[in-house]
């Protein structure tokens, strides 16, 4: 069983360590390392900024679930509203990568969170696209090529007819962005 122990529980007392130091100048560079002892890591309970006593299910946790839960809310409210086109594939806001493809896998997640669709704080997602190529990038900065060397206009060409192609080409990969939605169940 967990031992409850909040911050006043702790006895802190002073002690000494002995470490190697460089001396650069009036500058001290400590050469031994100090074992990571961070109070945090061993406090189980914390006083909310709302005078609430929690249990911390995470080192660094500040905030009881439900002053966390509104600061989630906050954030999510404050992104920019937008219409969702029922195609492209939305992000559960503060979940850990909940993706969704279609209405039904969206209405079949709040079934079975038993809340409501329009509870669901969902973004819009974007498509992720390559990066086009530049000329630094083939030279290896330059380096493979010399000092003054220039490309030809055909190079130029290729080069601008292959980024131009490249970057309309998916990765096939979805990036949650900044654009809520919300959906009624129809």
Not at 68 to 79: D, H, M, T
Not at 119 to 128: A, I
Request: glycine share 2%; aromatic share 12%; proline share 3%.
């Amino acid at each position: 069983m967990k031992t409850k122990l909040t911050r006043k529980d702790l006895k802190i007392v002073e002690g000494k360590i002995n470490v190697k130091t460089l001396l650069l100048g009036d500058k001290k560079i400590n050469l031994t390392p100090v074992p990571h002892a961070v109070i945090e890591n061993y406090i189980t309970h914390k006083n909310c900024s709302c005078g609430v006593e929690f249990e911390k299910r995470y080192t660094y946790q500040k905030l009881c679930a439900k002053c966390e839960s509104k600061k989630i809310q906050e954030s999510y409210y404050s992104l920019e509203l937008v219409e969702w086109d029922e195609k492209t594939p939305l992000y559960e806001y503060d979940s850990t990568d909940k993706y969704f493809f279609d209405l039904e896998s969206i209405i079949d997640y709040a079934e079975e969170l038993e809340i409501k669709v329009e509870n669901l704080n969902l973004v819009l997602c974007e498509r992720s696209n390559f990066s086009a190529i530049s000329l630094d990038t083939i030279t290896g900065d330059g380096e493979l090529v010399y000092e003054d060397w220039e490309p030809s206009k055909e190079f130029e060409e290729k080069l601008k007819e292959f980024n131009d192609w490249l970057t309309n080409q998916s990765t096939s990969t979805w990036f949650p962005t900044n654009k809520r939605v919300t959906i009624s169940k129809t």
